[in-house]
Structure formats: C-alpha cells, structure tokens
C-alpha cells in the first residue's frame, strides 16, 4: 500500500531530467492528441512534420512531404501566423486559420534553446472541421459578429447624416450572383442605368432580384451617398399613398400628424426614390405622381406651398404593365415617364447555368443566419434543382434550399430529399426535358437526323429523373409526365 513517506523513485532524476522527460511527454501528448504537427527553424522554414499532418498536404498542393520540406512557412501555408511568433517569442495558444486547405483551430509555440534565444517554433493543429467541433460557438460568435457589423453600419450612418441614418443600399452588383450570359446582359445594362439620372423601370417575375438591382443600382450611381428610399406601393393602403409619397404639412391633421411629416420624396432628396410594386399604384395617386415627376415638385397634404424634390426613380413591377396600361390600369402617360430605362431582369430558367452559384450563395446565408452547416447538394441534387420551373425564382430556390436543410440530418443534400420538399411545396415542376443551352450549340450537333436528337434527349432525361428519384420508376415517369407504361417501354428500347 503506498503511503506518503513512499521512497524515492528508483530513476536517477534530476531538475533537468525531468523537464526534458516532461518535454518529450508533452511533445507526444500534442503528436497524439493533435490533427497535425509541424516545425519550422528561426528562418522560418519547415524542417519537420509529423504523420498527422501529411493528409493537410493535398489541400496545400503537395503530393509529398519532400516537396513540402524546406519551404518558408508562409510559402505553404497561406496566412500562417508562425512568423510572428518567431518574430516576437511569444505563443499563440489559441487561433482560428482559414486557408484553402479549411479552416483549422491551432496553437504555435516558440522554441528556445537554453539561452533563451528562439531557435525555430511549433505549428499545431488542434482541430480541423472546426464548423462540426465548435459549431455552437462559432455560430454564436458569428451572430455576435452580425450584430456587432450592423450596429458598426447604423453607426456610422447616423454620424454621417441623422436623416440618413438606415438608408444605405443594402447590396452592390457583387451581390447579384450570376455569370451566365442573361446574368452579365442584366448587369451590364443595369451598370448603364446607373451612370444616368433618368428613371429606370425594373420588370421580371416575382424574386427574380429587381429590389436588389434597385439597390446595386443605387450604389453604383452618382447618388451612392444620398439616401436610398424604397417604398413598397402595395403594402400601403390606398388611402395613405399620398401622404406617403408627398407627406403632411404641420397642422394639417390634429393628432400624431399634428406636427407634419416628410414624404418619401423628401427623405430622398438627394439620392434614389424606389418605388417597388408600382403596378398596384391606385390610379388616383398616379395622376398625383405623375404631376410630381413632371414638375420636379411636390406638394405636402395641407399645405399649398410646392416643394421642389431631387431624387432618381427607380420604379419595379412583376405585373405587365403594358397589358395594364391596355386595361386602362395604368395611365399610359405615367407609363411613359418610367419607361425610359426599361431593364427585364430575367426568369432563374433563362440563366440555369447560375443555379450551383447561387445554391452556394444562399446556402452560406442560410446556414448563417440558422447557425447551422452549409448544405451541400449532391450533383444530382444540383441537377434536379437546374431542371425546375422556378415560378417564384430565386426566392423559391432560397426557401427549397431552407426547407431541405431544415429536414436534414446532414450537411449533404441529395436529390431524393430535395424532390420531396418540391413535391410539397406543389409549385415547382421538372421541366420535362434537359435544360436548353444557354450558348449556342455547336452547329455540329443540330446538323444530325432529328429523330436522333430527341431520342438522346429523352434518354437524358431520362437518366436524370430516375436519378432524382432513386429509381423510383413511378415517381419517375410522374416527374416526367408519362405514364410508367410509356416509361418502361423508353427504357426498354431507348431508340423508340
Ligand atoms: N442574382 C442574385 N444573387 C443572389 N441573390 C439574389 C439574386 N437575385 C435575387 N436574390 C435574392 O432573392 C430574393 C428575392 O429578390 P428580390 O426581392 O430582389 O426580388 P424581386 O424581383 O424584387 O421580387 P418581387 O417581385 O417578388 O418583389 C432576395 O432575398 C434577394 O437577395
Ligand atoms: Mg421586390
């Protein structure tokens, strides 16, 4: 039984034995414990690396840990902070590193020989896929960053101009994803619109992105520091249009308005006026609007004086407004006045070729904002999204992508969980065949029998559907739109 007075171990230890054994102890302890390890000298090049570390190298470019060895540190590990800590002595115990092989959690510790000098340092990584590892404190310190970025903007908008203050555009032409031919026309044109001071009209379907065109649009203009002022003319009831619009004058009313109030044409004054849903406008307020724009001026309800305004209209419509001004729901003349920029921003089917672009995009927001994994959708599950209608367009593609990431359990989306979700949202269908090209084919392959294309076709879709549904020939052939009797006999001889 050990008691206290034990004696003394039998190892020949002195001070300095025991630090060098409990060096090594640690030194093993990392080696085992950590993803990875390396060393560099004090000229900041890498002389070692242990096991652990040679699955980093592909992502680095290295196919070997000989072609690795000898190179600054910063040469083949982007952004690595292990010169600092040769430069200052002192240890980073504790860091986050993203390069293009991940992000990793890490510790670098300087190495000093018995006279204290730094004779080179340690690089640990801790941890790798630190999104699964420190997800909850990630997402909580990525919220906390949100925050912390929109307080900073609110800040220093107020500082800049009170009225101004939440006034800013809130995206840029960065922010409209897309390099497909239909996405570049659009922002080529929009960029044009920019650079001039006549009112722009904004068509296309329901979230195809006209609000954030306004907003790019704003941002690139000469007006990017004035305010940016949307109004959403069908959320506002008729009978408060115009004193949104044109606002009250002091008096006119008893009560909270007592004191008058500014319009949306003054708060814009000096920047863009946006005006969203402008096909819904009563036609009442369009004669008024109309006035305003053919004037430059304004008149506040109650009041008699005319103000002059100074704002670029920006106005947004998914409704056909030429069939409304056909109707007589549109005044033809008010029409005309918008008109002069006319930008038709297209449908998501015209421009599939963006789909994986965007599918990354919104997914890095919605994992973000949920504090969630980014969703990952397989190919197939990228294809059965480019074969889709996308009626509701690119709000519809960021709410199927929610949903299907909500019911995952994983990170990976496939396609069979991605077609259930279109199936109950009831508004999606597969187009019934492959997408059509967006460059024009090479007319080699159109100069072939007919008969001869439509069957490749078939087959490809074919291929695709069975692929969507797990080889669900049922689920297949109603993707399609055949019977499952016209669906066995394609794949029994495919040439017919
Ligand atoms: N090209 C794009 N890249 C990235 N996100 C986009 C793009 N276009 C639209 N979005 C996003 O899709 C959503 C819908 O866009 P937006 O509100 O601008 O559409 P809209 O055309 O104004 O639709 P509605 O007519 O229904 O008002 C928004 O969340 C927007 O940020
Ligand atoms: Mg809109």
Redesign the pocket.
């Known amino acids: 039984m050990p008691s206290a007075a034990a004696p003394p171990s039998a190892l020949p230890l002195d001070a300095q034995g025991i630090l060098e054994l409990a060096a090594r102890s640690m030194f093993h302890l990392f080696s085992s414990i950590s993803q990875g390890m390396f060393l560099v000298d004090r000229d900041a090049r890498i002389v070692w690396v242990n096991e652990g570390y040679r699955r980093f190298l592909p992502d680095l470019g290295f196919s070997s840990i000989d072609q690795f060895l000898g190179h600054l540190v910063e040469e083949v590990i982007p952004n690595t902070q292990m010169r600092r800590v040769l430069e200052t002595g002192e240890p980073i115990l504790i860091d986050l590193l993203t390069n293009k092989a991940g992000t990793f959690v890490v510790s670098r510790i300087p190495l000093r020989d018995e006279a204290g000098q730094v004779i080179g340092a340690i690089g640990i990584v801790l941890f790798d896929h630190p999104e699964t590892t420190l997800q909850p404190l990630i997402s909580k310190f990525a919220m906390l960053q949100r925050e912390l970025d929109d307080a900073r903007r609110e800040l220093a908008s107020q500082r800049s101009n009170p009225l101004y203050a939440q006034r800013r555009a809130k ?1 840029t032409f960065a ?4 390099t497909s031919p239909a ?1 570049t026309e659009i922002k080529r044109q929009a960029r044009r619109a920019a650079q001039s001071s006549s009112p722009v009209l ?1 068509l ?12 790019a649009i704003h941002a690139a203009s000469p007006r990017a520091h004035g305010p940016f002022v949307g109004i ?1 003319i069908a959320a506002v009831p008729d009978t408060l249009l115009e004193a949104e619009f044109f606002g009250v004058a002091p008096g006119a009313y008893t009560g909270a308005d007592r004191k008058g109030r500014d319009g949306k044409f003054r708060l814009a004054h000096g920047g863009t006026l946006f005006l ?2 402008i096909g819904d406008m009563p036609l009442a307020v369009q004669a008024k609007l109309l006035r305003a724009l053919q004037e430059g001026e304004i008149e506040p309800l109650g009041s008699n004086r005319l103000q002059p305004f100074d704002a670029r209209v920006i106005a ?3 409704r056909d407004l030429a069939a409304l001004v056909r109707e007589g729901r549109f005044r033809e003349d008010l029409y005309y006045r918008l008109n002069v920029l006319p930008l038709r ?1 297209p449908p998501l089917r015209e421009r599939r070729s ?1 789909i994986p ?2 599918v990354e ?2 997914g890095e ?1 919605i994992a973000l904002r949920a504090g969630t994994a980014q969703p990952e959708p397989t190919p197939d599950a990228l294809a059965l999204l480019a074969g889709q209608h996308w009626r ?4 519809e ?2 709410n199927v992508l929610e949903q299907a990431a909500m019911r995952s359990d994983t990170q990976q989306l496939d396609a069979a969980q991605l077609a259930e979700v279109l199936r109950a949202s009831g508004v999606a269908q597969l187009a019934p065949a492959a997408p059509p090209p967006e460059a024009a084919p090479l007319p080699a392959d159109l100069l072939r029998p007919l008969g001869e294309q439509v069957a490749e076709l078939e087959r490809r879709a074919i291929a695709a559907a069975l692929a969507a549904t797990g080889g669900n020939k049922l689920a297949t052939a109603r993707l399609l739109g055949i019977s499952r009797a016209t669906l066995y006999g394609r794949l029994e001889n495919p040439d017919q």
């Open positions: 995206h922010s409209f994803v897309g996405a904004l296309g379907e329901t979230g195809t992105g006209k609000e954030l065109l306004a907003h959403n969203d849903e947004a419509t998914s921003v963006d672009a965007l995009v919104l927001d509701g367009n690119i709000r593609l960021r």
